[in-house]
């Protein structure tokens, strides 16, 4: 068991990794709408409004060009 949990640390140490690289390289705004969506659980709706974006903007991923 202690083996298990060496081995599933150092998988979630890389994977942390992997992804800390993937969004590091996104536009802010981009990873931003991912970050809230995907990993905190909010809805479309929440997210647009924390970040100041139209639904319409957020849905269709012109959120570069709406105001902020």
Sequence with gaps: ???NR???GTVDTQ???RISVILGAMAPAYRDVLVRRD?????????AA???LTL???KSGSIGLAPR
Excluded at 40 to 46: A, I, K, V, W
């Design 15 to 17: 994977l942390r990794a």
């Design 1 to 3: 068991p202690a083996a």
């Design 39 to 47: 990993i905190l659980g909010e809805s479309n709706e929440e997210a």
């Design 6 to 8: 060496d081995w599933a």
């Design 56 to 58: 319409e903007a957020l």
């Design 50 to 52: 924390a970040l100041g």
